[in-house]
């Protein structure tokens, strides 16, 4: 799919055939007129009859109205080709402007482990904190000082806060089915503890993942070239806070290569969000 | 109040609100019958409530005494610290905003003297005038995490455009805080401000490069190197003096530096790790041993030539690992690594501290790295530069292994039951709760 052979000149009768081009990955200039071999195209049939052929076929009809479809995201936005059904299916890269800019590229190769999960349930039930403060084992309850019963289990060793109203709070978890899991547990306790609990509209709100992308980083760099996104205080905290976008992560990084992300619902964003940070980080791994 | 009316005997006495004297006049025959005071006493004034500003018909609201104390204070920060007026009028504006917003306006006092340090900070840093958190903290007596946690609502509260000061910029101020001219010290310890800049300034530059700037507080690193710099402008006469020495000798204030004193140390002696590393470099040295106590005479020759040293250090570096590696491992190992030496050779203009495409092999352990805890082949092992943080590690993280659930299996009763006091239990701790309060 990426052979780079330089493509015959085309027939000056044809329309600029960009549009059957598309399968593959084309890194088009779009100031360089097509087909003077100087830039790179992806090879498609060499015959161009049969291209003429499957133009037709595809129903295409010039190509002076359409857009290449750019990978490179720097250049402009993208559109997907009207009336085009790509023999393969060709990546469309985003083109906000709020993601930063990602060239081309494989992925980093490091995938960030889900360190806490916190998510929510309703019992669906007025609670007595008092009674499960007194009748369960792992419970502690400090009106005075916060007004829910703080319950903890071993496996999965996690953490909830148990409110009168009946919803609770479920953290510590490494992972979605874990948090489900666990707050499935405290919600089987207060059951067994005489209260017709419910598990009504569980929720994931936050899920915190970290990494190690394993070369130190110039964070004052980062924070001049990334001004609108980050905030590097060294006086108050040893990272430089980036707040990403989209996806709408917040990405703790630190001198040592060392990334945090937060603020996710789903663990894809969590990916994401590395994936878009990771060659931006690249970019500051020599001194200059 | 009196019951009834001496002249007509009428029992129908009623308190008169005409004039400002209050006055008990008989409804029947409209006698006075007893009267208030016409003017107030002293004790009657300090005791009496002042109108307030929504009873009165005053127009405009006069601004609090809190507004105005905070306003002479500011002031005084700025001229402590040698604002321009045009400066110093936008602070007190932008005071007046902060003081007045919501989330301000009922917070305790201490609270709004740091936010007037933030207003301060906040103006500097628009117009370029490089202070540092750490001062303003010193000259408010709060220290950083109290500004800071005010300083992010303030910024946050009022969508103010944050820009980062960088630690050069803060130099030049830093250094001419000192009192070293001629006419304040003595000959040996006088030092021409624009030298110590000069100094310093390249001794900052070294440690950025060996990572020891990034994501540190600026202010204990700009001590530590102007004292280096001081020390090895004259170094024969000046070894001697210790940190604290200098600092009276420069008649620095003691609130500025002597909470930081434990990182200015920490500081130092980075600092003189890397010169070491680098003055072992110099050839006409011929390899003798540069320890830390003694570097500080050779400091001089050291940043003359530190772009060469440094790529004088990490080839010797490179060098080493590659060594070891071609004993340890097989020729595999080797061609990789030749490969990427001569990829390195290429771009060797530049000082490379990072060498990212080596092979991991074993490395035995710098000399300062001996009470770290980092895994044989990490990654660190090939740098010989690296943030401190990354070298000591000061807990081993210990992962959890990670369990395979789907969500949704079966509970198990015991399990939940585990979790259940019995009644004895129960029985047991209200009975011992009882006697606890007993005997409280």
Redesign the interface.
Known sequence: MEQNNSLPPFPQGLASPQGAMTPGLPIFSPMMPYGTGLTPQPVQNTNSLSLLEEQQRHGMVGGSGQTPQLYHSQVSTTTALPGNTPLYNTPLTPMTPVTPATPASESSGIVPQLQNIVSTVNLGCKLDLKTIALRARNAEYNPKRFAAVIMRIREPRTTALIFSSGKMVCTGAKSEEQSRLAARKYARVVQKLGFPAKFLDFKIQNMVGSCDVKFPIRLEGLVLTHQQFSSYEPELFPGLIYRMIKPRIVLLIFVSGKVVLTGAKVRGEIYEAFENIYPILKGFRKTT | MPSSCPECGSSNVVEDDLYSQRQWVCVDCGSVVSEGHLTTTVSDETQGRAVPYHASTEVLKKPCRNLIAGFSRVRALCRILRLSSDMESAVVSLFERAYNHPNFIFVTLTKKEILGGCCVLSVCRQCNWPV???TIGYLLGVD??TL?TV??EFTKVLNIE???I?IMDMLESFCYDFKLGPQQVEEVFAEPAQRLVDRTSALIELAA?A?I???????PLLFAAVYLAWQSLNPTVRMKYTFVKFCKIGQAPKQSWHRSRDSVVKRLKELRDVLCKLGRELPWLRGGAVEPNTVVPLVDDILKNRRALLMRAVRNHEQQLQNESQTAQTTECDDELSDSNRSDSHSSK?????D?DQAGCENPPDKEATDCQLPPNH?SKR?LF??P??KSRKRRRV??P??E?????E?SDG???????SQD??ET??KVRKELKNKA
């Open positions: 540092a958190m750490g950083n995490a800071g300083y992010r944050i820009s980062t960088g490069d990572w700037v990034t994501g540190r507080q600026p202010l530049t000082p490379e501290l990072m990212p990654w740098h690296l943030p943080c990354v992962d959890a990670q369990l659930v789907t969500g949704d299996e509970i399990e939940i039951e585990s979790y259940i006091r239990e129960i701790y209200l």
